[in-house]
């Protein structure tokens, strides 16, 4: 385990307020990475935030770069004692293996804001930490072993790096680009003999789930019909959590819903890649709409270029522009479906369900809908590239063949 000496402080405030960060850093970061006493620090800092900020288009893939280059120079400065512009191929390696077992100090238990406002002022979130270890079941304080880095993390940390490394050469603040002197990455990513499997609910716990919303809806509607409607639409439409946040590129109306000439409903988003993309709207996501919109006092349905925020925020009437504020919805509704599970004797269902995140929902949707529906239709709903991704969630075959094996004998005679 590797020792720590202090506890990191963030560094990257919100896409929305890091515009002012390329040309001015605030007193607090500034201090903190004084702290360091390394040399050229301050230039990292303002390498980085110029990086970052040209992926403003996209906020989903903003904050995963915003994670790995925070934990970059948090490593960097207070563990290597170097400047990034100074780090070589065994610095990076020696950053991997830090990543897959961060020392106590490094671990929280939730995702949380990185700073908060108090007085007028941008102040730092002390309860947050680079790395996340979801709370596993009953686990109350995170520990080296409930964290777990993945190889889809993994991957990412090298493909984010070398995309940095590369801008640092490009404007001749780094020699080299360490991460691409790494012959040997697959000692670090694993192969998989087969596909992924797709994070999906159960179909109990997705009935518990949506149950879950209704009740809460009904009991109190002013707080919870947004919660219905928000899972009704990550699951119905497939929906990215990113796709119903307003952000500088995209902001969800109501007059996204429309009727074309045979009297069909669409739903028109944004998605991956700033690609925007029409989704069919089903009966049952149609009637979830006209709830929601009475709840709001509107008219049954949408008319054409209706302004109306798609989700509003909890105060004020605009429309939400956290993502994190929506996963907190989603979060609320699971955790009290897993106590309306765990009272009626599932445990071992509710205890899987404390695993899941909001982009469970959207993959929940698209393997239940792709049993029955073709898979060209589900794709282009989806907004997957090819076929091929879409058939990821074809998990049939996956059936077929654990049955057949059901009744596999060790003993034959």
């Given at each position: 385990m590797t020792k720590a000496l202090f506890t990191p402080s963030p560094l990257f405030d919100t896409l929305q307020r890091i515009r002012d960060a390329t040309n001015h850093i605030s007193q607090g970061v500034t201090e903190y990475i004084a702290q360091a006493d390394v040399p050229g620090a301050l230039e990292d800092y303002r390498r980085a935030t110029e990086f970052l900020y040209s992926y403003r288009g996209s906020p989903d893939t903003f904050a995963s770069y915003r994670r790995e280059i925070e934990r970059l120079l948090q490593w960097s400065w207070y563990v290597r004692r170097l400047s990034v512009n100074k780090l070589t191929r065994i610095d990076i390696e020696l950053f991997i293996d830090f990543c897959q077992q961060p020392p106590l100090e490094w671990i929280g238990l939730k995702t949380v804001h990185r700073f908060t406002d108090k007085d007028g002022l941008r102040v730092v979130n002390r309860k947050w930490r680079p790395f996340v270890a979801k709370n596993q079941g009953h686990t109350k304080t995170p520990t080296v072993e409930s964290f777990n880095l993945s190889p889809k993390a993994l991957q990412a940390i090298f493909s984010i790096l070398s995309s940095f490394f590369t801008y640092l050469v490009q404007e001749e603040y780094a020699a080299q680009n360490p991460v691409a002197l790494i012959r040997q990455k697959s000692k670090y990513l694993r192969k998989q003999q087969q596909k992924a499997r797709i994070r999906r609910l159960t179909d109990l716990q997705w009935t518990y789930v949506v149950e879950t919303a209704e009740v809460l809806a009904t009991e109190n509607p002013a707080l919870h019909e947004r919660t219905l409607f928000v899972i009704q639409a990550l699951y119905g439409m497939y929906l990215r959590v990113s796709e119903l946040a307003a952000s500088a590129r995209w902001t969800p109306q109501m007059g996204d819903f429309h009727m074309d000439m045979d009297g069909n409903w669409w739903f028109t988003t944004v998605g991956k890649g700033n690609k925007e993309r029409d989704?069919?709207?089903?009966?049952?996501?149609?009637?979830?709409?006209?709830?929601?919109?009475?709840?709001?006092?509107?008219?049954?349905?949408?008319?054409?270029?209706?302004?109306?925020?798609?989700?509003?925020?909890?105060?004020?009437?605009?429309?939400?522009?956290?993502?994190?504020?929506i996963r907190n919805i989603v979060q609320n509704c699971f955790d009290s479906a897993i106590v309306r599970m765990r009272q009626d004797g599932f445990e071992q269902d509710a205890e899987l369900l404390s695993a899941a995140t909001v982009h469970w929902l959207r993959h929940t949707g698209i393997s239940d809908d792709v049993k029955h529906r073709p898979r060209e239709h589900v794709r282009d709903d989806a907004g997957h590239g090819s076929s091929a991704i879409t058939d990821k969630y074809i998990d049939v075959e996956m059936r077929e063949r654990h049955r057949s094996a059901k009744n596999k004998k060790i003993k034959p005679l």
């Amino acid at each position: 385990m590797t020792k720590a000496l202090f506890t990191p402080s963030p560094l990257f405030d919100t896409l929305q307020r890091i515009r002012d960060a390329t040309n001015h850093i605030s007193q607090g970061v500034t201090e903190y990475i004084a702290q360091a006493d390394v040399p050229g620090a301050l230039e990292d800092y303002r390498r980085a935030t110029e990086f970052l900020y040209s992926y403003r288009g996209s906020p989903d893939t903003f904050a995963s770069y915003r994670r790995e280059i925070e934990r970059l120079l948090q490593w960097s400065w207070y563990v290597r004692r170097l400047s990034v512009n100074k780090l070589t191929r065994i610095d990076i390696e020696l950053f991997i293996d830090f990543c897959q077992q961060p020392p106590l100090e490094w671990i929280g238990l939730k995702t949380v804001h990185r700073f908060t406002d108090k007085d007028g002022l941008r102040v730092v979130n002390r309860k947050w930490r680079p790395f996340v270890a979801k709370n596993q079941g009953h686990t109350k304080t995170p520990t080296v072993e409930s964290f777990n880095l993945s190889p889809k993390a993994l991957q990412a940390i090298f493909s984010i790096l070398s995309s940095f490394f590369t801008y640092l050469v490009q404007e001749e603040y780094a020699a080299q680009n360490p991460v691409a002197l790494i012959r040997q990455k697959s000692k670090y990513l694993r192969k998989q003999q087969q596909k992924a499997r797709i994070r999906r609910l159960t179909d109990l716990q997705w009935t518990y789930v949506v149950e879950t919303a209704e009740v809460l809806a009904t009991e109190n509607p002013a707080l919870h019909e947004r919660t219905l409607f928000v899972i009704q639409a990550l699951y119905g439409m497939y929906l990215r959590v990113s796709e119903l946040a307003a952000s500088a590129r995209w902001t969800p109306q109501m007059g996204d819903f429309h009727m074309d000439m045979d009297g069909n409903w669409w739903f028109t988003t944004v998605g991956k890649g700033n690609k925007e993309r029409d989704i069919s709207v089903s009966d049952e996501m149609l009637n979830a709409v006209k709830r929601y919109r009475n709840h709001l006092g509107l008219s049954a349905l949408p008319v054409p270029g209706e302004n109306t925020p798609l989700v509003f925020k909890s105060r004020g009437r605009g429309a939400i522009s956290s993502t994190r504020q929506i996963r907190n919805i989603v979060q609320n509704c699971f955790d009290s479906a897993i106590v309306r599970m765990r009272q009626d004797g599932f445990e071992q269902d509710a205890e899987l369900l404390s695993a899941a995140t909001v982009h469970w929902l959207r993959h929940t949707g698209i393997s239940d809908d792709v049993k029955h529906r073709p898979r060209e239709h589900v794709r282009d709903d989806a907004g997957h590239g090819s076929s091929a991704i879409t058939d990821k969630y074809i998990d049939v075959e996956m059936r077929e063949r654990h049955r057949s094996a059901k009744n596999k004998k060790i003993k034959p005679l």
